[in-house]
């Protein structure tokens, strides 16, 4: 394992900021990953750190396949995550929102820009994605539509979904369209949860990671084989939204198969408790995603349920 | 009439509200839409909104049109000095057309929008952010150009930016209202958090000149309107720090700058060092400033409108991606 400085900034005030990279193997450029790169990112920033723990063991045992170049980056925006920040701390900007970025450019550009010079090339490219809003997925492999979209590849992680979906307008500046128009094969894994580790799911993710290298020849060593992937279109997924506002009582949880008509979530009254709103489900199925708050705005997405 | 276009319930005991000013006289049957506060921590919006529906109340016989006002797009987010959407974390300029079933937000996007729809003019006003100040300038995607700019030329403005159209910028208002075919203008002046009186007055003249061009008002003298220089003229310039530090300006905004002329300094507050003089690469007039004086590698320190492009630093002018304009 080779320890690099990818990008390094003088700060004002803090101290500087650097992204690490961690080089596993040399040759072919084979898979690069990339974590956290919004500052709540927890979860990727912790499968990540699991990642590089594993593939120093896997390196030491000699199971990493010569003449194969693997690269890990845990994390591109600790200045936002030491402070409790979601975006850039100075300007609020999206990292993932600014490639593939520009050398000359603002801030988040320029640092989009050093991690995209560093990560494209490679045959392979996994991103540990986040969701908007603040839930629990399935652990799934999400692809874009580009045109250049690979399924059968996506199918080499064994999880149990693929997700295929429309790339929308601000798309066209996230890292993973861009890998992919760059030809890079490239993938968004969801774990679950973003700013709080559950240690499950994030192992269910690391051993997702490790598989698919195994898969595509990076290592090699026996591993369970995982799940035959599901694949879906995000329109194939049912999205259930709040009809009121209140306090969020949840009954059933991602992952869980349930039946039509089973009842899902409470909305409550916050002051006298009382149930405003039962939520049911309109159909048989695995919760795919559910929202984690405790409080819930009325027309809010609350579930997506896969009818698999 | 105060109207609630929207009432969305909120957890406990609060309804988000977007509510409109329509101002109606005559029969006219024209509407133009004036809106604003889309980002909370933009108030320059707020006083053209109060001023423009003083003006046309104190002269209501003048109106021949609808005219409908909205304040605030983000309530929430101006009420709380929250430049985004508060509990959302997202910039709810780039959640347009919007949905009916993703966040409650983005299905007021969508109603936002239902409700604009169809009206003969749509001016989003805007107010940089709390970095950069900005000259009173128009800003339109290249693909409307020719429709809009004549339009824009009578808000009585300094600057018309004739941008490229970038794929990230579909999803504002004005995108998803221009593609909609209602025509819908962009201004972007002064600063955040602060009210420029002055850049306010001179908008409503231009709104009202606006007006009465499309025949909204009936026996109204305008006052005499600034034409605006056009960007497709020459080049927009950017400059961004080289150093993280501190600026001492050393120009003002709205300024005529010559080529290397010292537009400010970076200078290292811990070792009382200069890092970096900022230079103008061009002759040209300076219509984005920084007031912000903390700078990071790479941050935004001026735009310079140059007529004659005259040479220079040539990275400073290739832009590959356009997310920088913040609007
Ligand atoms: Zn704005």
Known sequence: ???????????????????????????????????????????????????????????????????????????????????????????????????????????????????????????????????????????????????????????????????????????????????QIFETDAFSLYSGETNIIDKDSAKVTWLAVLRFLNNVGAIHFSMHEGFISHVMKDK???????????????????????????????ILDPFTGETRSEISSPTDGTIFFSLHSPLVHQDTIMFKISKI | MLKTIISEGLPIDEQLLIRKQTLQNGKGKKRICIVTGIHGDELEGQYVCYELIRRLKAN????????????????????????????????????????????????????????????????????????????????????????????????????????????VLESTLAHSLNVKHTPTIVVEMGIGMRITRKYGDRLVDGILNLMDKLRMLKNYTPPRITQPIVSSSGEVCFLNAEASGLIIPTVKHSDKVQKGDLLCRIVDPFEGTVLQDVLSPVDGLLFTLRTYPVVYEGSLIARIFSETGGGGDRNAKIRKNKNELQF
């Open chain 1, 1 to 179: 394992m080779k320890k690099e400085i990818i990008f390094r900034m003088k700060s004002p005030y803090r101290d500087e900021f650097r992204i690490h990279g961690y080089r596993f193997g040399e040759g072919e450029k084979t898979v690069a990953i990339v974590g956290a790169m919004r500052g709540d990112e927890v979860q990727q920033q912790f499968i990540c750190s699991q990642i590089v723990k594993n593939m120093i063991v896997l390196e030491k045992q000699g199971k990493i396949t010569p003449g194969q170049e693997i690269l890990v980056i845990p994390s591109a925006n600790h200045f936002s995550m030491n402070i409790d920040k979601r975006f850039w701390a100075m300007d609020n900007t999206d990292i993932n929102r600014m490639f593939p970025g520009y050398d000359k450019g603002e801030t988040t550009q320029r640092i989009a820009a050093a991690i995209f010079e560093n990560v494209r090339g490679y045959r392979f490219g996994i991103q540990l994605a986040s969701f908007y809003l603040p839930g629990r997925f399935v652990p799934h492999v999400s692809i874009m539509e580009t045109g250049f979209q690979n399924v059968k590849l996506a199918r080499k992680f064994g999880l149990p979904y693929v997700l295929l979906r429309k790339p929308k307008s601000y798309d066209t500046a996230v890292l993973n369209y861009n890998w």
């Open chain 2, 60 to 167: 209501i016989g003048n109106l021949d049109a609808t005219v409908d006002v909205y304040p605030a797009l983000n309530p929430l987010g101006v009420d709380s000095v929250i430049r985004g959407i508060p509990t959302f974390d997202l910039d709810m300029n780039r959640i347009f057309p919007g949905e009916t079933k993703g966040h409650q937000i983005e299905y007021t996007a969508y109603r936002i929008v239902e409700d604009l729809k169809g009206a003969d003019m749509v001016i989003d006003i805007h107010a940089s952010n709390v970095f950069l100040r900005e000259m009173p300038q128009a800003r339109i995607n290249a693909k409307m150009a020719d429709k809009l700019i004549p339009f824009a030329a009578m808000l009585n403005l300094d600057f018309i930016w004739v941008h490229d159209a970038a794929t």
């Open chain 1, 236 to 266: 194939d997924l049912v999205t259930i939204v709040s009809d009121e506002a209140g306090i969020l009582f949840q009954l059933r949880d991602t992952g869980e198969g349930i039946k039509k008509g089973d009842l899902l979530a409470k």
